[in-house]
T-cell receptor
């Protein structure tokens, strides 16, 4: 079975600073990968998904970007963080026919 | 766009009681999935029910699906304090992505 690694677990960043969150997958090849954000007490908002290396689909236009430089690596970035970027960021892999496996998440607080 | 909506938003019960959560969705589906999220953690896949199934069981979990009403329910029997979590339903939102509802927060009191 696959394992999703996300780091860091928590992050406090000032407004205007850059961001890089990394997600790596073990135990599978050519996975579909997803970045979701969850605001406090809210549901999950899909930010980006990727079906292969270099292939990124953006769901929400904003100051975040994603990249997939390797088959099992998915990176979420920002050049300048906003207060509204605070939230719980979750990486997942899987497909709609069998379900997703999620990482343990990164709690980002922008101050 | 929001596809599934869970109801109620919050549910508090005593240990040993049954917990029922509902999910309504808007468009046709080929499956519906339920996930659990413990506080501050990632989501865990619980069960998937396909559109041609009406009921599915997994341990103390029972899921029903009514495609005519575009609704599903998740029943947890003989609840335990460890079942305290948020529960989400998810359906396909086009292409290869799942859309999640806002969740039901379940509290099981010892």
């Amino acid at each position: 079975s696959q394992t999703i690694h996300q780091w860091p677990a928590t992050l406090v960043q000032p407004v205007g600073s850059p961001l890089s969150l990394e997600c790596t997958v073990e135990g599978t090849s050519n996975p579909n990968l997803y970045w979701y954000r969850q605001a406090a007490g809210r549901g999950l908002q899909l930010l980006f998904y990727s079906v292969g290396i270099g292939q990124i689909s953006s769901e929400v236009p904003q100051n975040l970007s994603a990249s997939r430089p390797q088959d099992r690596q998915f990176i979420l970035s920002s050049k300048k963080l906003l207060l509204s970027d605070s939230g719980f960021y979750l990486c997942a892999d899987g497909d709609t026919q069998h379900g997703y496996t999620f990482g343990s998440g990164t709690r980002l607080t922008v101050v | 766009s929001q596809q599934g909506e869970e109801d109620p938003q919050a549910l508090s019960i005593q240990e040993g009681e049954n917990a029922t959560m509902n999910c309504s969705y808007k468009t046709s589906i080929n499956n519906l999935q339920w996930y659990r999220q413990n506080s501050g953690r990632g989501l865990v896949h619980l069960i998937l029910i396909r559109s041609n199934e009406r009921e599915k069981h997994s341990g103390r979990l029972r899921v029903t699906l009514d495609t005519s009403k575009k609704s599903s329910s998740l029943l947890i029997t003989a609840s335990r304090a460890a079942d305290t979590a948020s529960y989400f339903c998810a359906t396909r939102g086009g292409s290869e992505k799942l859309v999640f509802g806002k969740g039901t927060k379940l509290t099981v009191n010892p």
